[in-house]
C-alpha cells in the first residue's frame, strides 16, 4: 500500500546533538509537510514543501531545517538539539495543485532529547 | 494569518448521546476547514472536510460538521456517541496556497 514512512520511531538523544528524521512516502504526492505535537498545545507545523524546490518556514520553524531531497524525501534537521525540542514529530504529505485538502500521515518519530 | 480555537480540552459524553467538539477559527478570507482524529500511539486520520458549498459536511464513521460563517465556526457532531469514538480531535484551517494550521485537540471521553 502507498504509504507515509518515518524512520527512527524512537529517538534519544543529548542536548548538542544533531540529530535528523526522515519521511519518504510512495503515495507520489507533490507536498510534504513536517509538525510536531506537545500535549496540550496541539500539532504546530513546522516547515512545508509544496514541490522539490519549493521550502516554506512554518508555525515554529527556529531550530530546525529541512531537505526536500526528493519527490518521495522530506527530511528535518536539528543543528543543535536542546530538551525543549522533544516531541511527537509528524510526516504528511498531500496532493498538489490548488489548495491543501487531505492530509495524510506518518506514525510519527518520539524524540527524547536529554 | 489563520488560527483555530478549540476552547474545550476535554468533552465526555455517554454513550448513545449526542456529541459536539468546537471550533472556532480566524482567517482573512475564504477558510477550508478540517476535523482529525488520533486514536492512542497512532497518527492522525481524515474525518472530514468543508471546501464550498453546503454548510453541513459529513464524513468518515457518522460524524458530520456545520459551518458557520457568521460565527466563524465548524463544530464537529455526532447524533449518537460509541464508547470507540474516544479520542483527541483536531480541527484545522487553511487558505487557498497554505498549509493546514491545526488546533490545541480536543480529548473526547465517551462513556459506557
Known amino acids: 500500500d502507498a504509504d507515509v514512512t518515518q524512520t527512527p520511531r524512537n529517538r534519544i538523544t543529548k542536548t548538542g546533538k544533531r540529530i535528523m528524521l526522515e519521511c519518504s512516502q510512495t503515495?507520489?504526492?507533490?507536498?510534504m509537510y513536517w509538525y510536531r505535537q506537545d500535549p496540550g498545545l496541539g500539532l504546530r507545523l513546522i516547515y512545508y514543501?509544496?514541490?522539490?524546490?519549493?521550502?516554506n518556514k512554518g508555525e515554529i520553524s527556529d531550530g530546525y531545517s529541512v531537505s526536500r531531497q526528493a519527490q518521495a524525501k522530506f527530511s528535518l534537521s536539528l543543528e543543535s538539539a536542546i530538551p525543549n525540542q522533544t516531541a511527537l514529530y509528524f510526516c504528511a504529505t498531500s496532493k498538489g495543485q490548488g489548495a491543501v485538502e487531505k492530509l495524510f500521515f506518518g506514525s510519527g518519530t518520539q524524540l527524547s532529547v536529554l | 494569518a489563520q488560527s483555530v480555537a478549540q476552547p474545550e480540552d476535554q468533552v465526555n459524553v455517554a454513550e448513545g448521546n449526542p456529541l459536539t467538539v468546537k471550533c472556532t477559527y480566524s482567517?482573512?478570507?475564504?477558510?477550508?476547514l478540517f476535523w482529525y482524529v488520533q486514536y492512542p500511539n497512532r497518527g492522525l486520520q481524515f474525518l472530514l472536510k468543508y471546501i464550498t458549498g453546503d454548510n453541513l459536511v459529513k464524513g468518515s464513521y457518522g460524524f458530520e460538521a456545520e459551518f458557520n460563517k457568521s460565527q466563524t465556526s465548524f463544530h464537529l457532531k455526532k447524533p449518537s456517541a460509541l464508547v470507540s469514538d474516544s479520542a483527541l480531535y483536531f480541527c484545522a484551517v487553511s487558505l487557498a496556497g497554505t498549509a493546514l494550521i491545526f488546533g490545541k485537540g480536543t480529548t473526547l471521553s465517551v462513556s459506557s
Open positions: 514543501s509544496f514541490d522539490v524546490k519549493d521550502i
Open positions: 482567517v482573512s478570507g475564504n477558510p477550508y
Open positions: 503515495k507520489g504526492h507533490d507536498r
